[in-house]
């Protein structure tokens, strides 16, 4: 086994813990970031953990500094993640622009608490979704994704880091106060099949400019050191990199940039169905949050309720085809005012009803039990 | 061929020619400055391929856009930190920023004070026009008081940096000013700093005469550059007072700070990989 | 007193279309060899010219190459 690697078993692990250990398992060997609750563990366990791999760990002055920090790392060929919540993600809103507009596979942590501003540092909010999207600048497309579990987290990072290289598009990798501090057990395959699952990002062929896109419309990267003399700039850019501050440019480059992601959506999307064949009312969850909606489907169930749950782990692009194949009643579960409700709504044909609660706690799946009786009456 | 002629052809060669001419305005002194760069560059005998330049948003942002290595036009104000994780990655490259004023010192100030803390092993090439240029002259964080601009129409209250002392405070192995008279003074800086490690600082005071000159009764593109010769002083040891820039006062310039052998941030982070797999 | 004879040693040459007139090489030249020209680039300045007397040569100081920020004059030493 090499040096610094994990042995295949089973550890108890935080969430923070868990997604720090799933990027070094995904083959992040670079971290920069900015200490927030409550995501602070992941940089403790990486300022730990990375050196020992002959990784590379910083902490910056903040979170500006950080995400600007992995998007130069990334163009050195590193698989880089940073880590923080959502008033750092505010912070690195800007800079995820230029991740966007330059194409650079990074993977951003969002621990998610209650909010709006300082809020609730240590306890489970959902209210950065439509951050995590429409944070920065612009129409774009990127990727999001959100475990539920401490094991899920691990595992999750795996497909962040390859959807990142596949598509050189920032991934959004939100977990929440519940998962980032809950422990649970967890197993750990050998890190060496892991690593047979990586996918690395496409390299370009003699002659290819450096945003010549292939037909799945992702230009493979170059990168620094090459001698390539590559030049990236957050303009509106041709295919050369060079600014074209145009019109024609910018309808060029800001189609291609939604549509490379749109165009691989399902490739994206995971979503899992559980007990949503025969359901006439369906719960839409994620995160924390949907493990007492479980629960409380499960009680639902033994009433002779209905019920089921989609809980979506691909939370952009948005899995729309999950909402339109059923046809029955949602209930959206979230902590915050209503996000997804409306995304849901968006596609839905059947009535949709909010079940929210405004953060500091998941709901309780007595409290799903009586939504669910509610809305199946 | 002179070795001024095999200069000549190099310089050619590290720029994209086919985007010149440039964006910058008749008289504008960046261009002298990555003149300057180029050749202490080629003099240095620099691997194009290992040379990455790294700028921010402004007039001096655009640089990236003129050199023909790996270049990058960042956002504004984070051309550090980028620079900063290039390094870090692949601390075999010669990283340099190439960025304006307010880039470095307003909205990127606390990136340039905390990397200068860590000497990370970066060329900084600050050049400073006193004033926003590529948003029509506002004041900024250098623009000398009393001076004339868009956003300061009756004289500038405000005070501007000591950027050599500000360096020197935080402990800057190699801080030298210069202004774009000193077409030599300045390329031996850069070639100087080129051969160095750490955190390296060149500031150049440079004349916008577009949109700052204009309102400081110095229009034409000569006139600013009267003024630099006029008023500089080379003093390598100046004292805090010296260093200060007044409104069309004395420059003092030179090299004022020279260490070698301060460890670097990318060195000390060996150390700590070293540690790390000695434990395992 | 007597004007002191320079040795001719080069020949300047300009890229017109690079120049944007900031004047920089006509007023730095020691031997005043270039001088402002009345043709017009295609961004409408007005290029440098190289106008070689008796009593101006060029003596390959190279420092309009060094003054010109727009990368568009350059001296060709005579061999």
Known sequence: MKKGYLKEGNYFWSGDIAAAEGAIAAGCRFYAGYPITPSSEIAERMALRLPQLGGKFIEMEDEIGSIAAIIGASWTGERAMTATSGPGVSLMNENLGLAVMTEAPIVVVNAMRGAPSTGLPTLIGQGDLMQAHYGSQGSYELVTLYPSTIQETFDLMLHAFNFAEKYRVPVMYLIDGLLAHMYESIYVPPIEEIEKKIVHRKRPKEGQLPYEPDEDLVPPMPLIGEGRNIHATGLTHDERGYPDLTPQAQEKLVRRLNEKILKHERDIWIVEEYMTEDAETIVVSFGGEARAVKAGVDLARKEGIKAGMLRLITIWPFPWEYIKKYTADFVVAELNYGQMYHKVKEYAETPVHKLTKMGGEIHTPQEVLKKLREVSQ | ???????????????????????????????????????????????????????????????????????????????????????????????????????????????????????????????????????????????????????????????????????????????????????????????????????????????????????????SPLSMMEYFQKNSIIKPNASFEEMELTYNGKIVVGEFRVRTNIPTYEERFDDVIRRAQNEN | MTQKKYERKAVVKILEDRCKGCWYCVNYCPTKVLVISDKMNAKGYHPPEFREDKEHVCIACHLCELYCPDFAIFVEELK
């Open chain 2, 1 to 219: 061929m002179s070795i001024f002629e095999d200069m000549r052809n190099k310089q050619e060669e590290l720029l994209r020619t086919e985007r010149l001419p440039h964006v910058w305005c008749p008289g504008c002194g960046i261009g002298i400055v990555l003149n300057a760069f180029l050749r202490a560059v080629i003099r240095r005998k620099i691997d194009p391929e290992k040379l990455v330049v790294v700028s921010g948003i402004g007039c001096t942002g655009r640089t990236a856009g003129y050199v023909n290595v790996d270049s990058f036009h960042t956002t504004h104000g984070r051309a550090i930190p980028f620079a900063t994780g290039i390094k870090f990655a692949r601390p075999d490259l010669n990283v340099v920023v190439f960025s304006g004023d307010g880039d470095l010192f307003a909205i990127g100030g606390n990136h340039f004070v905390n990397a200068a803390r860590r000497n990370h092993d970066l060329l900084i090439i600050a050049v400073n026009n006193f004033t926003y240029g590529m948003t029509g002259g506002q004041h900024g964080p250098t623009t000398p008081t009393g001076a004339y601009t868009t956003t300061t129409p009756y004289g500038n209250p405000d005070r501007p940096f000591n950027i050599p002392h500000l360096a020197i405070s935080l402990g800057v192995p190699f801080v030298a000013r210069w202004t774009t008279y000193h077409v030599n003074q300045l390329q031996n800086s850069i070639y100087k700093a080129l051969g160095m490690k750490g955190f390296r600082l060149v500031e150049i005071i440079s004349q916008c005469p577009t949109v700052y000159g204009r309102r400081n009764s110095m229009k």
